[in-house]
Every structure is written in C-alpha cells, then in structure tokens.
C-alpha cells in the first residue's frame, strides 16, 4: 500500500510539474497557439485602446460636438488605418472577449467589459452609447496605471 501511495504522489507531483512547465512556456511564449494562459498585461489592455484609436474617441466625445460616429470616423482614422477601412472594431472586440477570460484583476475585467461595450456601440452605431462608455473608460482607474505601466501616453492620439 505505501508502494502504491508513493507512485500515485510521484505521478501527481510530476504532472503537477509538467503543468507548471506548460504554463511556464505559455506564458513566455507569444507565439505558442495556446497563449491564453497567464494574467492579462497591461501592455495587451495599452496595444487594444491604440489599435482602435481610444484615446483620440475619447477625446472626440469629450467634445460638444460629438454626434454621430459616421462623422467623427474620418477623424480619428486615417484612410490607410485597417480599423478605420474596416469600419468596425469587430477584430478588437474579438480579442477582448478572449482577454476577459484570462483577466485576474478586477480593474482589467472592468476596463475589458467596457470597451467591449464600447465596440458593441461602434458595431450599432450607437454615438450617445459609444460617448457614455468613453466617459467610463476615461474616468477608470486601470487607464492611468495601463499608461504608466506602457511608459506610453494613454491619453494619446495616433
């Protein structure tokens, strides 16, 4: 029986670090296919809010003269932007969909969850929405400590 109890120890104590070791190369990896293991960076929140332009909409709808988002398109991308010829953040909304399931921090799930809803305003073409998620996106806290943590101006346009 304590043969049997040591094996089954030994077995467990090797998968045990054999999962670690795949975490491990997850997690340093960015090429692996199965780089949805690890806490979310905010260097990955930073890389979303610029591929769609965040902070040159925040700017915008900061603005009296924020009405619809056909109109302020043009000034936020420029012709040759992918997300602007796209026309929606679908590609953005996507990836941060697949981010909140890795979120550990209450401040990323938060920040994820509006910019989601922000991108689902876009998508609706929605102005009043998209300005009021754009509020909530400005005023959060992980905004600040994403810019901080980048070494990169948030707030920011292109």
Known sequence: MTTHRT???????????ATG?????????????SFVLGAVSNDELAALSNAVNLPAWIQLAAGRDFSTIDENWAAVYSPKDAVGAARDWSTQITEARSLVTRATQAEQKRWLGHFIKAGEAVARKNANQ???????????FLSDRTAMASNRKFFTAK
């Open 7 to 17: 094996t089954l120890l030994m077995t467990l104590a090797s998968f045990a670090i």
């Open 21 to 33: 070791q795949l975490r491990a190369e997850a997690i340093h990896d960015p090429q692996a296919e």
């Open 130 to 140: 998209l300005a009021a998620v754009l509020r909530l996106l400005e005023a959060d």
